[in-house]
């Protein structure tokens, strides 16, 4: 088994195992490799031991991914901040936004999706910390943009993604993916159907998925230590 493959067995043990620890079914647990900075060589040997959900960060890198793996039949996720000149690359080529925190990126998202393709998939991207750092909407604005977002004809609001401040405590990690699951429940209490939360990362999926995780975004866990090469 390639160290890729094994990897990322060893990552779907431990979403099992936490997937136990809190009651929860193991496949109710979506795996997103997160591929940005890695070669498509690289996605490709994550494909070939099962992997088929890449997320992206980088709207140039990921358009040249999909080019070169355009024969591996991928669901393509974008997760990094949207800017307004990659709205239009990023609606025809993908099938999930994680990053969703501004009117103005869902409008053109929806405008420029094409009509032959299904809504994109969004989820809105929720500055759980209050990092000045972190993009994302602040808690107390969630629920007036989710409305908004709810109401675009090519897009389809699935839920939250939040990016909380790393911290090795797992008592500490939890309480951010606490607070994006109850916002996620009260904006289901006020009409929105979200299934999706988006949310743990390598150092702390396990806590996440405790806390109600459906999707977990997992990269150097899978691929190994990233090399950002200015980026």
Same mark, same amino acid.
């Given at each position: 088994?390639? $160290?890729?493959?094994?990897? *990322?067995?060893?990552?779907?043990?431990?979403?099992?195992?936490?997937?136990?620890?809190?009651?929860?079914?193991?496949?109710?647990?979506?795996?997103?490799?997160?591929?940005?900075?890695?070669?498509?060589?690289?996605?490709?040997?994550?494909?070939?031991?099962?992997? $088929?959900?890449?997320?992206?960060?980088?709207?140039?890198?990921?358009?040249?991914? %999909?080019?070169?793996?355009?024969? =591996?039949?991928?669901?393509?996720?974008?997760?990094?901040?949207?800017?307004?000149?990659? $709205?239009?690359? %990023?609606?025809?080529?993908?099938?999930?936004?994680?990053?969703?925190?501004?009117?103005?990126?869902?409008?053109?998202?929806?405008?420029?999706?094409?009509?032959?393709?299904?809504?994109?998939?969004?989820?809105?991207?929720?500055?759980?910390?209050?990092?000045?750092?972190?993009?994302?909407?602040?808690?107390?604005?969630?629920?007036?943009?989710?409305? &908004?977002?709810?109401?675009?004809?090519?897009?389809?609001?699935?839920?939250?993604?939040?990016?909380? &401040?790393?911290?090795?405590?797992?008592?500490?990690?939890?309480?951010?993916?606490?607070?994006?699951?109850? =916002?996620?429940?009260?904006?289901?209490?006020?009409?929105?159907?979200?299934?999706?939360?988006?949310?743990?990362?390598?150092?702390?999926?396990?806590?996440?998925?405790?806390?109600?995780?459906?999707?977990?975004?997992?990269?150097?866990?899978?691929?190994? *230590?990233?090399?950002?090469?200015?980026?």
């Amino acid at each position: 088994m390639t $160290t890729i493959a094994s990897n *990322l067995q060893a990552v779907r043990n431990a979403i099992a195992k936490a997937a136990a620890v809190a009651g929860r079914v193991p496949d109710d647990i979506a795996l997103l490799a997160v591929s940005k900075t890695f070669p498509p060589a690289a996605m490709r040997e994550a494909y070939h031991a099962g992997q $088929t959900a890449f997320g992206e960060s980088y709207a140039q890198e990921a358009l040249e991914k %999909i080019v070169a793996l355009h024969d =591996l039949p991928i669901e393509w996720h974008f997760i990094g901040p949207v800017q307004s000149n990659k $709205t239009r690359a %990023i609606a025809e080529n993908f099938v999930w936004v994680h990053s969703v925190d501004r009117l103005k990126i869902a409008e053109r998202l929806s405008a420029q999706r094409p009509q032959n393709l299904p809504p994109l998939n969004v989820c809105m991207q929720v500055n759980v910390s209050g990092e000045d750092s972190k993009s994302g909407v602040a808690p107390d604005e969630v629920a007036g943009l989710a409305q &908004a977002v709810a109401r675009l004809p090519q897009l389809r609001l699935r839920g939250l993604m939040a990016i909380p &401040a790393p911290s090795d405590d797992v008592a500490t990690q939890r309480l951010p993916f606490a607070q994006l699951r109850q =916002l996620r429940d009260k904006l289901n209490s006020q009409g929105l159907a979200l299934d999706t939360l988006s949310m743990g990362m390598s150092h702390d999926f396990a806590a996440a998925i405790v806390e109600g995780a459906t999707m977990v975004r997992v990269g150097s866990a899978i691929f190994g *230590l990233r090399d950002y090469g200015g980026k």
